[in-house]
């Protein structure tokens, strides 16, 4: 299996509202997947579509071979939400070893992901007690446990310093490198140069598809950043173009001039 996810004209309405503009891509097997954009650009939405757990409008997501959501991928796919999703009313340590068990794994295996995030030190608070962003590294290290197939993370870096940040990006290529795939989601765009592969999304539709070094060759620039921009003063120019041509030809058609009539005339 060369693609771990395929997605293929997804489209998901929020009341009256599109969010999802019929997305198609695939996520590479054994790669680190960015998934990047700016806050309200439908990541979130989207990462819930290939958990399976997001009521779409239209189109298909394929996980590991199977309709995403099917219960046989339940213990194939880990997902981290931005907000925790542990128990506060236990340790840290009882939180792994509890998601662990649930997936046929011991003790060696929970400390292991305790210490994959940084978390040894801490095994024995509750988790009412730490930080925002130590309650986010617990539900990573709850995932970690199980070594799904797939890992959906949604903006797990958030809050952490910069050191702890490189600790988990060369933890996430181990992982890969092992054969595990990662989709990662942010909005900071400097985590974009540590993807294997980029999707960038903009108002629920996707600009690119691509790699790092593809965009920086094709953008004409080493800035990640700068060629998002580059990316997205493009699409922009373009939709204004289209919308131009648009009035226009509605221009010429509640006139009643057969187009090119005007260049006719004048010349």
Known sequence: MTDAVTVTDLAVDRGTRRVLHGLSFSVPAGQVTGLLGPSGSGKTTLMRAVVGVQRTAGGAVAVLGRPAGCPSLRARVGYVTQAPSVYAD??????????????GMGARESDAALADVGLLDAA???????SGGQQGRVSLAC???AAPDLLVLDEPTVGLDPVLRAELWARF?????AGTTLLVSSHVMDEAARCDRLLLLREGRLLTDSTPARLRAESGTDDLEEAFLRLIRSSEEADANEQGHGHRSEGRARSGAPHGSEQVSRA
């Open 90 to 103: 236990l340790t840290v340590r009882e939180n792994v070893r509890h998601f662990g068990a649930l997936h």
């Open 124 to 130: 024995g608070r509750l988790v009412r007690d730490l």
């Open 143 to 145: 995932a970690l446990v």
């Open 173 to 177: 290529h181990a992982l890969a490198a």
